[in-house]
């Protein structure tokens, strides 16, 4: 009792540098921590003498940005901002199309953090680093914008228009994580409030959610590539890791967490803090069904990073408890194909992304509420294609529906894809290298 009690203050005490927004959503986790995975030994997250910073341990190494020079040439030069570390497929079809055509020079200008440039070395792009990145001497052609959460100050300043002919907004989102339109076009507009698109490429429910605030002749409803992978790699059955034999006959179930812990636009809904203990505890009791917990790369860092709400041997705890389940895996590969491809439904936050991508597999989906909070959801407009649980009994329910076999929601689900994802072919990224280079060349 003397050290749970310690611990809460800790927790208040961490989470108040965010005004205390976490601190009751994390205690759970922490027990979990110290109960479960650490057997009572003073080794649970937040038991530390001083704030921990993942740097501190993994050092973030600049890379040596000496052959990152941008090589000068007389083709098109085109630039594709690439929004996060773990994001590469809402553009990678797109920097495909540029990059074999012999027109362009085409390079991905992302952070100088590890994170990035391996990926950026996995899949053979050109790129260089923002930090280094001047726009005034570079005088892009076409710069594709991908992100509208935040804008880089290298890139979006007052008068940068002088130097960059023309400007894209690629969305890379299929969805507004906002809880109202005016809300999204507050950061819409305060992110590109310099850059001025001359173009804003959008799917379906960002396009209806920003009428009225864009010129409508600047608007463009148009597929996004990030749903060429899904259309492209899913369902190959590619060979899922070794450690993944353990699920083999079972009823599967994907269970993926949104992200954003102290980012620039409000976030609700996070729910690991409740239903981390009570999922574990569910399939020690159900051998007989198998569980992938892929969180998102991006939370993870937060949690070690930002809340300093797991410290890393929590996490390679965490990670070494899945590994000895007979029947749960921890998610980390490059991307959700063979998670996708594995598994027989999908748990998720309720307002993560996922939502939406995840329809392109047919498969049922159970958007998880907090019961302590009102949330707002996302996508309302299909909204009633989805099972909902408010609490794990709730979640219970959707399981053993999956096992037996049931999914009255099917039919919805289809109706949602269709209204939401506007092309499904593996050819967005074409259709949106052939819209810039047209709109380019006109008039020219």
């Known amino acids: 009792m003397f050290m749970k009690k310690i611990l809460y203050k800790l927790v208040t005490f961490l989470s108040s540098m965010s005004n205390g927004k976490y601190a009751g959503k994390m205690i759970s986790m922490f027990d979990f921590c110290r109960d479960v995975i650490c057997k009572n030994k003073k080794v649970f997250a937040g038991q530390i003498h001083e704030r921990m910073d993942i740097n501190n341990i993994i050092p973030m190494k600049k890379e040596n940005i000496s052959h990152r020079v941008i090589e000068p040439t007389d083709n098109i030069k085109v630039r594709i901002v690439y929004p996060s570390g773990c994001s590469w497929n809402n553009i990678h079809t797109l920097y495909e199309e540029f990059k074999k055509d012999d027109r362009f020079q085409t390079i991905v200008l992302v952070q100088n953090e590890p994170r990035f440039v391996d990926i950026m070395k996995k899949v053979g792009c050109n790129f260089a680093f923002l930090d280094k990145y001047d726009v005034k001497t570079d005088l892009p052609d076409i710069l594709v914008a991908t992100d509208y959460s935040n804008s880089n100050s290298k890139i979006s300043f007052s008068d940068c228009r002088k130097y960059i002919k023309k400007v894209y907004s690629a969305f890379p989102n299929a969805v507004m994580n906002e809880e109202t339109v005016?809300?999204?076009?507050?950061?819409?507009?305060?992110?590109?409030?310099?850059?001025?698109?001359?173009?804003?490429?959008?799917?379906?429910?960002?396009?209806?959610?920003?009428?009225?605030?864009?010129?409508?002749?600047?608007?463009?409803?148009?597929?996004?590539?990030?749903?060429?992978?899904?259309?492209?790699?899913?369902?190959?059955?590619?060979?899922?890791?070794?450690?993944?034999?353990?699920?083999?006959?079972?009823?599967?179930?994907?269970?993926?967490?949104?992200?954003?812990?102290?980012?620039?636009?409000?976030?609700?809904?996070?729910?690991?803090?409740?239903?981390?203990?009570?999922?574990?505890?569910?399939?020690?009791?159900?051998?007989?069904?198998?569980?992938?917990?892929?969180?998102?790369?991006?939370?993870?860092?937060?949690?070690?990073?930002?809340?300093?709400?797991?410290?890393?041997?929590?996490?390679?705890?965490?990670?070494?408890?899945?590994?000895?389940?007979?029947?749960?895996?921890?998610?980390?590969?490059?991307?959700?194909?063979?998670?996708?491809?594995?598994?027989?439904?999908?748990?998720?936050?309720?307002?993560?992304?996922?939502?939406?991508?995840?329809?392109?597999?047919?498969?049922?989906?159970?958007?998880?509420?907090?019961?302590?909070?009102?949330?707002?959801?996302?996508?309302?407009?299909?909204?009633?294609?989805?099972?909902?649980?408010?609490?794990?009994?709730?979640?219970?329910?959707?399981?053993?529906?999956?096992?037996?076999?049931?999914?009255?929601?099917?039919?919805?689900?289809?109706?949602?894809?269709?209204?939401?994802?506007?092309?499904?072919?593996?050819?967005?990224?074409?259709?949106?290298?052939?819209?810039?280079?047209?709109?380019?060349?006109?008039?020219?």
């Open 182 to 444: 005016e809300i999204h076009w507050k950061y819409v507009h305060n992110a590109y409030k310099y850059l001025k698109p001359d173009y804003y490429l959008l799917d379906p429910l960002p396009y209806e959610g920003l009428k009225g605030f864009i010129d409508a002749s600047r608007l463009v409803c148009m597929g996004n590539p990030q749903f060429d992978e899904i259309f492209n790699e899913v369902g190959k059955r590619h060979s899922s890791p070794e450690s993944w034999k353990k699920l083999t006959g079972k009823k599967v179930f994907l269970w993926a967490t949104d992200h954003g812990i102290n980012e620039s636009y409000p976030k609700n809904g996070f729910t690991i803090d409740l239903y981390l203990r009570p999922l574990i505890d569910y399939f020690i009791n159900h051998p007989q069904e198998g569980l992938i917990f892929r969180p998102h790369p991006q939370f993870v860092r937060e949690m070690l990073k930002a809340g300093h709400f797991w410290s890393c041997s929590d996490l390679e705890n965490l990670k070494r408890y899945f590994s000895d389940s007979t029947n749960m895996v921890w998610d980390d590969t490059f991307d959700y194909c063979c998670a996708y491809d594995s598994c027989d439904a999908l748990i998720v936050d309720a307002n993560c992304s996922i939502t939406c991508t995840f329809l392109t597999t047919g498969k049922p989906i159970c958007r998880l509420l907090r019961d302590d909070i009102d949330e707002w959801l996302i996508s309302p407009s299909i909204s009633d294609c989805y099972y909902y649980a408010k609490g794990m009994k709730e979640l219970e329910s959707f399981m053993d529906m999956i096992v037996r076999g049931e999914d009255e929601k099917k039919p919805l689900r289809e109706q949602a894809r269709q209204k939401v994802i506007l092309n499904f072919d593996g050819k967005n990224g074409k259709r949106m290298k052939e819209f810039i280079v047209n709109d380019f060349f006109k008039g020219k």
